[in-house]
């Protein structure tokens, strides 16, 4: 396990509270030193496995003071015989992290590339990022982001929930590659125990066949693992992704 410095660092002031409930996704209660404190959660997966009554929640202050709820879910805690391990949970976080390891260059896939954008704009849509040479030497290389926080006997799997929007975002790639450009998805897995990947078929697996239809098509996959601690989040090893199975 990588024992780098973090590529994305938490802001001054997170707390950690014990997990009470979770009320229309986005709301989730916890305890602070036995007092109810509400927060923020942006991902709007099940999390399967991870909210359990009195499980430690990792929060960071919002951006935003004037903000309703004050604090963003940044983790949930699993305990394990190592002791507690770290999932991360913010969707928000793949994003910065594709950033970050570009300007560190940690992607080997992306060498030769030296312009990053965000939220790049492409046909009706928006892809998260997409990398571009000033001479336009390279055809650019379009990126779609998400977060892995389900494992099932080591197997880092996506998604957690049936995802049309996800399946629009491959479909998207596809036609990226048909045109002539690269196309690939960064799979952020916050959590340490994954060692390969996959598409969670069981889950959605409409999401899965177009997975590997995609791969087929030339569509890029890159699922790295990372190491979530209460600083911030380091930024592990590329992980194989599973051929397909059915």
Request: net charge negative.
């Amino acid at each position: 396990m990588s024992v780098e410095e973090p590529l994305i660092l938490y802001p001054e002031g997170c707390i950690v509270g014990s997990f009470v409930r979770r009320v229309k996704r986005f709301s989730v209660e916890i305890l602070v030193d036995g007092e109810s404190v509400w927060i923020h959660s942006n991902n709007t997966g099940s999390m399967m496995g991870l909210l359990r009554q009195g499980s430690p929640i990792l929060a960071s202050p919002a951006a935003n003071p004037d903000r309703k709820l004050k604090w963003t879910q940044e983790a949930v805690g699993l305990n394990m015989a190592t002791g507690i391990n770290w999932v991360g949970v913010n969707t928000q976080t793949p994003n910065k992290m594709l950033k970050a390891a570009f300007e560190a260059g940690r992607l080997h896939w992306g060498e030769g590339y030296t312009v990053f954008k965000s939220e790049a704009k492409i046909g009706d849509s928006r892809a998260d990022g997409v990398l571009r040479t000033e001479d336009d030497s390279l055809p650019p290389l379009w990126i779609e982001c998400k977060n892995v926080t389900m494992v099932e006997d080591e197997v880092a799997c996506f998604p957690d929930a049936v995802t049309e929007r996800g399946r629009k975002h491959l479909n998207n790639m596809i036609n990226v590659v048909k045109q002539g450009h690269r196309a690939a998805f960064f799979y952020l897995i916050q959590r340490p125990d994954g060692h390969c990947f996959a598409p969670a078929d069981i889950i959605d697996p409409a999401y899965a066949e177009l997975f590997y239809e995609a791969i087929e098509l030339g569509v890029e996959v890159y699922p790295y693992r990372a190491t979530v601690t209460e600083a911030g989040i380091v930024l592990g090893e590329l992980l194989p992704v599973n051929p397909k199975a059915f």
